[in-house]
């Protein structure tokens, strides 16, 4: 789903640096998510954001720290990573407050921890 | 929670062959989606299917809510149709906003 858009789609780094993954959409939504994905499982729930505000924590640990600025925008945020943090990472929008809408999703961010 | 269980696990086709690929889950469901992900890990969105049945060219997709499957078919199957299909879907009574649980997935491989 092209509508929503992550950025940078790989990324290495070491398990001292900060990062930060990206993610924008533009059709409208005022529901984001973060994914997780590992090699040859489905994607795991992270976050949910529903109207710029947290309502979904997975139970992640503190180096993922997401943010919200925006109703078109979610970052999330990378700091002391270890190497098993390494996965796919996928963001998603959707409408809240009708039912029975999708979950449109980027095409993710390749991350390696070194 | 609510279980997803899709089958086959694995499925190797010649291309031109037609494929019926399955997901069953525990509860009653107000969304269910069918993916597929390519090799490069792009998660495609195919059918948001609750209920009823979608048609979109080769791929047609059935849920019949009330046993709780989904089927996805898909016919003259191509070697683009290589890659995981997922079903996922979200617990009736949970928020709109919700978690999807996704199925271990089926890895479909298409031959020339």
């Known amino acids: 789903d092209t509508e929503v858009t992550q950025t940078p789609k790989h990324l290495v780094m070491g398990m001292t640096n900060k990062k930060s993954l990206k993610c924008e959409q533009h059709?409208?939504?005022?529901?984001m998510y973060w994914y997780k994905q590992k090699a040859k499982k489905p994607p795991e729930l992270m976050f949910v954001?529903?109207?710029?505000?947290?309502?979904i924590n997975e139970s992640v640990p503190s180096r993922f720290s997401p943010e919200c600025p925006n109703s078109s925008l979610l970052n999330l945020h990378l700091h002391a990573l270890q190497p098993e943090d390494s996965a796919l990472y996928l963001c998603a929008s959707s409408q809240p407050g009708q039912q029975n809408q999708p979950q449109h999703f980027g095409d993710g961010t390749r991350l390696s921890i070194l | 929670g609510i279980q997803v269980e899709q089958s086959p696990p694995d499925l190797i086709l010649q291309e031109g062959a037609n494929s019926t690929l399955r997901c069953n889950f525990s509860d009653s469901v107000n969304n269910l989606q069918w993916f597929h992900q390519n090799p490069w890990g792009q998660l495609i969105n195919l059918f948001y299917i609750p209920s009823g049945t979608k048609q979109n060219g080769r791929l047609s997709a059935t849920t019949v809510a009330t046993e709780r499957y989904s089927l996805l078919y898909i016919s003259s199957s191509q070697t683009t149709d290589s890659g995981v299909y997922f079903c996922a879907v979200r617990r009736r009574g949970s928020s709109n906003t919700g978690k999807l649980i996704f199925g271990q997935g089926t890895t479909l491989q298409v031959k020339p």
């Open positions: 059709m409208g939504h005022r529901a």
């Open positions: 954001y529903s109207y710029e505000k947290l309502s």
